[in-house]
């Protein structure tokens, strides 16, 4: 059954668990939606797991658009949420629907994400009076990078606390449809659950949270530049991946692949006619 924004939200209603993963390209897409996945993020994680950048902030409007259409090709039941860019909504009320325009119009994505809480909400809520579904992204926020000086873990001081409490009840207000709680105390991220009516999806944030999401390189396996504490790896596909790489070497190399039965004929008159 499709996914689409009102039935994550009766989810919550329900109490059941709301499942995201992140994909970037079709065949992964496909595959994550076939495994009955509820939301799939388009991250701008990609600069980092796809492209090889070290944070997020080079990702484009352009990257963003060419990965989600991959994605939205791929998954047929998924809801399609994608990440808007580090500078694509930050300028401007503007910029913030225009973009958001563009990744539902070309990407055919069916929800943005913007990162960020009070100095947010007016675009929150321009994008979402254009029809555009919001999910709203607290916490680490990992396009804030050089304010925090690192990817760390947020809301610890009383101050911090309050203002996470304050910025998810007020995108609740200003029409945000979803919030993603990254890199916070469990505790703080299961009374926000509490708190608000629009679901939260954790990553970092405790079994509090009434979703979880997590990059699929970092739950394969198949990503090791840094490993954060929340990443739980449900398979050694990265390792996998390397013993058939090394197998496919050695055969080539042995003349073992390719067989016969990789091969194609031809008939024995037309093979006498070349000779
Ligand atoms: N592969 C990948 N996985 C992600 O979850 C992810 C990305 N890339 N790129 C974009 C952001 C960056 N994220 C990150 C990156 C690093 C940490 C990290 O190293 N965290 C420390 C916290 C240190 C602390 O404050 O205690 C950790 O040990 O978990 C966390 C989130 C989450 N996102
Ligand atoms: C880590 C998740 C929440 C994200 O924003 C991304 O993949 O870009
Ligand atoms: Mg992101």
Known sequence: ?????????????????????????????????????????????????????????????????????????????????ADMPFMSYQASVYDAVCNAGRLMKEGRAQAVKL???????????????????????????PQSLNVFGGFKVQGKSEEAAKKLIEDAKGAEAAGAVAVVLECVPAKLAELISKQINIPTIGIGAGAGCDGQVLVYQDMLAMFGDFKPKFVKQFGQIGEQMKAAFSQYIKEVQNGVFPAEQHTYGISDEMLEKLY
Request: net charge negative; proline share 2%; hydrophobic share 45%.
């Open 1 to 81: 059954m499709k996914n689409t924004v009102v039935t994550i939200q009766e989810a919550k209603k329900r109490g059941e668990k709301i499942t995201m993963l992140t994909a970037y390209d079709y065949s992964m897409a496909k595959l994550i939606d076939e495994s009955g996945i509820n939301m799939i993020l388009v991250g701008d994680s990609l600069g980092m797991v796809m492209l090889g950048y070290e944070d997020t902030l080079s990702v484009t409007m352009e990257d963003m658009i060419h990965h989600t259409k991959a994605v939205t090709r791929g998954a047929k039941n998924a809801l399609i949420v």
């Open 115 to 141: 990162e960020g809480g009070k100095e947010v909400f007016p675009q929150i809520e321009a994008i979402t009076k254009a029809s555009i579904p919001v999910v709203a992204h607290l916490g680490l926020t």
